[in-house]
Every structure is written in structure tokens, then in C-alpha cells.
């Protein structure tokens, strides 16, 4: 018995693809300071566990001072900034100042890309990211990691659902 082998109609389902997680740039102090190391690592856990790839492993390595003292700043800039262009959105713990964090997040900004900054109670949070009332930033208090989770996963979840809802309308 033959068995023909016909190619799908183009009404039929293909199968599915992999999905490609969303692509997040983690922002944290680094010579700022390093106090927030297990916070930072909090966050790239729940990104991970909401269903995002975090492309700024660095941020959360311990031993990031050290291996970066063999980088130029040239080198440290390109790095993060091509991670950046990768990127399909920014978050940023702002609870510690840092002038990389605030170039980090106008710059994500600018390309329009949303970033949302989370601090704790005690931040005395620029004003600057207070009173931007650009609909690409939302600035979040948290207390703990059930906060965390909650604003992380509900950031991951509307910009995956406003790509959804930005994909091109097919013609009938």
C-alpha cells in the first residue's frame, strides 16, 4: 500500500515553533556599591521563573568587580550596551543610586523599550524616574520577594501580551 505524502494545506495548522522568551537587561549598582548582590539575584530567579531570559548575567556574578578589572571601560560600555540592543525590556533596582543604572535606563528609553525600576521603602528614588510620566516606565515599591514575584511577573506578562496584540493583522 502507498502512502502519499501530501505538503499541509495553507489553511492547516503548521506546527508550532519554540517560543523565544522575552529577552530582559537586568540593571543593578555595580561601583555603586554591591550591597543588593542577593536582591539582583532575586530578581534574575523570578524573570527566569516568569518565563524571560535575563542577557545581564553579569550583574548578578560575585566575582563581576574582579573579572571586569581585566576589561577597558570601552570594553564594559560595548558590552552593555549590545546587550541592551538585544533587549526587549529593562528592569532596574534603583533602591542603591548609580549613574550606569539612570544611563541604562534612559537609553532602554529611548529605544522605547518599557522598564520598570524597583526599590524598597527606604530609596530615596530620583526624582527623575518619580515624576517621568512616559508610558514605557512604572517605578514599584517592594517589601519582599512576594512582591517582587508579583511585579515581575506581571511585567513580563503585559509585554508579552502587547506583542501579541502588536503582530501584524493577516487579510482575510
Known amino acids: 500500500m502507498d502512502t502519499e505524502v501530501t505538503e499541509p494545506k495553507a489553511s492547516e495548522p503548521k506546527a508550532s515553533e ?45 566575582d563581576l568587580e574582579a573579572r571586569e578589572a581585566d576589561m577597558t571601560e570601552e570594553g564594559i560600555y560595548a558590552r552593555d550596551m549590545g546587550l541592551l540592543s538585544e533587549s526587549d525590556a529593562l528592569v532596574a533596582e ?10 541604562e535606563i534612559c537609553r532602554a528609553l529611548v529605544k522605547g523599550l518599557p522598564v520598570l525600576c524597583l526599590h524598597r521603602p527606604e530609596a530615596s528614588v530620583s526624582s527623575m524616574l518619580l515624576g517621568n510620566p512616559g508610558p514605557d516606565l512604572k517605578v514599584q515599591e517592594y517589601s519582599g520577594p512576594d512582591e ?24 482575510e
Do not use: N
Open 94 to 103: 534603583v533602591t542603591l543610586p548609580s549613574v550606569g543604572v539612570g544611563y
Open 18 to 62: 519554540p517560543k523565544i522568551p522575552l529577552k530582559v537587561f537586568l540593571s543593578g549598582s555595580i561601583r555603586g556599591g554591591r550591597d543588593l548582590l542577593p536582591t539582583y539575584r532575586l530578581i534574575y530567579d523570578l524573570l527566569q521563573e516568569a518565563g524571560a531570559g535575563v542577557v545581564s548575567w553579569h550583574v548578578v556574578d560575585p
Open 148 to 171: 517582587l514575584r508579583k511585579y515581575l511577573k506581571e511585567f513580563v506578562e503585559s509585554i508579552e501580551a502587547g506583542k501579541k496584540q502588536k503582530s501584524p493583522h493577516k487579510p
